[in-house]
C-alpha cells in the first residue's frame, strides 16, 4: 500500500512541481523494553502523492496519523528513513547543504503556532526579513523595505511591523507567519494546520488570504489539517491518512460528495452540514487510533472498522485506483 501516486495517473501527465513516492518516516523507540523488541514508530508508512503547479492538495486525518511528519519530510526538517521526495525535479533528500539552502527558498512552510517560529525580541518586521538575508537575497536596508512590503500585502501595518511578537493577536501572528514565507517567494507553501488554533471567524480570513495569494503568484499548497470543512474549501485533490498511510485521494468535490473508505466518511460524518437535507449520518469510531509502533496484520482501520469483514484482519488491501484519478485502500472497492 502506498507505493502509487496518491494523485494517480490523470495527475502523473503532467509534470508534478512535488512529487513523494514511497515515503517513510520510523522513530527509533528509546525505552529499553521496548528497543529490545525491535519495534519501531512508524510515523509514516509509503506515502505517496504528488502536486501539480498552483495546486491545493489537502491531507486530512486525525492527530497521530503522520500529516505532519509528511509535511516536516518534504522540506526535510525531518529526515525520512526512506522514499524519494522531489521538488522541481530535483531529489531534495540527496540535496547537499547548499542546495537544500537554495530548494528552502522556493518551499516553505507556515505552522500552527506562528509565535514558535518567531524571535521575542527582535520586531515580526525584522524577523521577515531574516528569510532574505539568510538566503542572501537583499541586503539589510532592502529587506526590510521587502519585508514591510509582504506584511502590508498580509494586512499589516507598517506600525505593526514594528511590534514585538507579543504585541500582536494569535490572527496578526499567523500574518506574519504567511508573510515570512512568502518573502521568499516560494512556488510551494506546505500549510501545517495553519488556522487550527483561532477562532473561527480569523481562520476565514486567513483561509481568504491564502486563497487570493495563491490566485496572484500562482502557489501551490500542501495543506495539512484535520478539520475536514476547512479542507474541502481551499483543496483541489485531498488525500486522507490513516496510521502513516494514505488510505484515500480523490478530486476534493468527489472525495466530499461520496468517500470510498470506511475512515473518510467516518471523517466526514462528524463534518457539520451546511443545509439539514446534507446531513450525514453520524458514524462513531470505536476506540483510539493505534499505537503506530504495535505489529500489524490486514488492514490497519480493522480494529476500528463498522465495515470490517474476516479477510481485512489477515490481509492488506492495496491502494489502488478504483475510479480514474480516485484511489483507495479497502476491500468494499474490489
Ligand atoms: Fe474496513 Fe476492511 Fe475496508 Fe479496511 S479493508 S477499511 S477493515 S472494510
Not at 509514516?44 to 489537502?58: P, Q
Not at 515570512?180 to 483561532?198: G, K, M, N, T, Y
Request: proline share 7%.
Amino acid at each position: 500500500m502506498g507505493s502509487a501516486p496518491a494523485n494517480g495517473p490523470a495527475a502523473a501527465a503532467e509534470p508534478a512541481l512535488l512529487e513523494v513516492t514511497d515515503l517513510v518516516k520510523h522513530y527509533r523507540i528509546r525505552s529499553r523494553q521496548l528497543a529490545r523488541s525491535g519495534l519501531s514508530l512508524r510515523a509514516v508508512d509509503g506515502v505517496s502523492f504528488r502536486v501539480g503547479a498552483g495546486e491545493t492538495l489537502g491531507l486530512v486525518g486525525e492527530s497521530g496519523g503522520g500529516k505532519t511528519t509528511v509535511g516536516l519530510s518534504v522540506l526535510r526538517l525531518v529526515q525520512p528513513s526512506g522514499g524519494t521526495v522531489s521538488f522541481e525535479g530535483r531529489d531534495v533528500l540527496a540535496a547537499g547543504r547548499v542546495e537544500l539552502k537554495a530548494l528552502r527558498q522556493r518551499m516553505q512552510i507556515v505552522f500552527q503556532d506562528p509565535i514558535g517560529a518567531l524571535d521575542p525580541r527582535k520586531s515580526v518586521g525584522d524577523s521577515v526579513a531574516e528569510g532574505l538575508r539568510i538566503q542572501g537575497l537583499a541586503p539589510r536596508a532592502e529587506a526590510r523595505r521587502r519585508a514591510v512590503e509582504v506584511l502590508d500585502r498580509v494586512g499589516l501595518t507598517p506600525a505593526q511591523a514594528r511590534s514585538l511578537p507579543h504585541e500582536l493577536s494569535g490572527g496578526q501572528l499567523q500574518r506574519v507567519g504567511i508573510a515570512r514565507a512568502l518573502v521568499l517567494d516560494p512556488r510551494l507553501v506546505v500549510c501545517d494546520e495553519p488556522v487550527s488554533a483561532l477562532d473561527v471567524s480569523i481562520q476565514a480570513q486567513i483561509i481568504n488570504l491564502l486563497l487570493d495569494l495563491q490566485d496572484e503568484r500562482g502557489l501551490a499548497y500542501l495543506f495539512i489539517a484535520h478539520d475536514l470543512a476547512l479542507v474541502q474549501h481551499i483543496s483541489d485533490r485531498v488525500a486522507v491518512m490513516y496510521l502513516g498511510r494514505i488510505v484515500e485521494s480523490a478530486p476534493a468535490g468527489e472525495l466530499f460528495g461520496s468517500p470510498a473508505h470506511p475512515y473518510t466518511r467516518a471523517l466526514l460524518s462528524a463534518v457539520p452540514a451546511d443545509h439539514p437535507s446534507a446531513a450525514r449520518q453520524r458514524m462513531v469510531l470505536r476506540g483510539e487510533i493505534p499505537s503506530a509502533s504495535a505489529p500489524m496484520t490486514g488492514c490497519p482501520f480493522a480494529p476500528r472498522c463498522p465495515d470490517a469483514m474476516a479477510k481485512c484482519s489477515d490481509e492488506a488491501p492495496q491502494f489502488k485506483e478504483i475510479s480514474p484519478g480516485r484511489w483507495a485502500a479497502c476491500f468494499l472497492n474490489d
